[in-house]
C-alpha cells in the first residue's frame, strides 16, 4: 500500500475539513465497524482516549459500539477539560450516550478488546512515566488491540519506537498509511496487520 508523511497526510486532513467534511465520526464509525465485523457485542472493550484528536476518533468509536450492544469504556487519563474541538464534542456524545469515563485502570479489570487511541500521528517525544506505565499494563494483558493510525509509542514518520510502543494486533490507518509503519523496524513490528480507511479522502500518488 503507498504510504505517506505526517505532514502530507495533515495536508489532506486540513483540506477535507476546510471542505466542511466532518472526518471524526467517519474514523470512529470505521473503527466500530472494523471491531464489529471481527467480534460479536458479548465482549467488552476498553477505549484508551489521549488528550488530542486521535482520543476523539476512539470516543466515536467507542459510542459507536455502545448503541451497537458492546459494553464499552472509555479511560481518558487526562480528563475531558482540554481536549481540542472535535475530541471534545465527541466525548461529549460519549457522555450523551450514557457512556462513563474512567481516569485510571481499576485492578483486575481486564477487557477482551482494546481500541488504542491514545496518540496517532502527532507523537514525537519518548512516552513519560505515567503514559509508558498504561502502555505496559495494556501489552501485558495480551488481548487482541486494534491501534488506530499508529501503534502508541511510535514516530509515525520514521517507524521508531519512543519508548515501548503498543504491540497491536491490528492498526487501522485513516486517509492513508503512514512511512514509519511500512519499514521494517519497531513500527512495523508495532502495527500487526495494517489495514486503511481513507475516509473518502483522496491523495496524490506519493512522490
Do not use: C, K
Not at 471542505?19 to 467517519?26: E, H, N, T, V, Y
Not at 512515566?129 to 488506530?148: E, G, H, I, K, R
Not at 493510525?149 to 510502543?165: E, F, K, M, Q, Y
Request: no cysteine; proline share 8%; hydrophobic share 45%.
Amino acid at each position: 500500500m503507498p504510504s505517506y508523511s505526517v505532514a502530507q497526510i495533515r495536508r489532506a486532513e486540513q483540506l477535507a475539513l476546510a471542505s466542511g467534511r466532518a472526518l471524526m465520526p467517519l474514523a470512529g464509525r470505521a473503527a466500530a465497524e472494523f471491531i464489529a465485523a471481527r467480534f460479536p457485542p458479548e465482549h467488552t472493550l476498553l477505549a484508551l482516549a489521549g488528550p488530542g484528536n486521535n482520543g476523539g476518533d476512539a470516543l466515536e468509536a467507542a459510542t459507536r459500539l455502545l448503541t451497537l450492544g458492546y459494553t464499552v469504556r472509555v479511560l481518558l487519563p487526562s480528563g475531558p477539560a482540554r481536549l481540542p474541538p472535535d475530541a471534545a464534542r465527541a466525548w461529549a456524545g460519549w457522555h450523551a450516550a450514557g457512556g462513563e469515563t474512567q481516569t485510571s485502570l481499576g485492578s483486575g479489570d481486564v477487557p477482551d478488546i482494546v481500541i488504542d487511541g491514545l496518540f496517532g500521528i502527532g507523537l514525537n517525544r519518548t512516552l513519560d512515566a505515567d503514559w509508558q506505565a498504561l502502555v505496559d499494563t495494556v501489552n501485558s494483558w495480551n488481548v487482541p488491540v486494534l491501534a488506530l493510525d499508529v501503534p502508541s509509542g511510535i514516530d509515525a514518520d520514521t517507524g521508531a519506537a519512543l519508548g515501548r510502543p503498543i504491540q497491536a494486533h491490528w492498526t487501522l490507518s485513516f486517509i492513508a498509511a503512514t512511512v514509519g509503519l511500512s519499514r521494517p523496524g519497531p513500527g512495523q513490528i508495532a502495527a500487526g496487520e495494517r489495514h486503511v480507511d481513507s475516509l473518502g479522502v483522496t491523495l496524490s500518488p506519493p512522490a
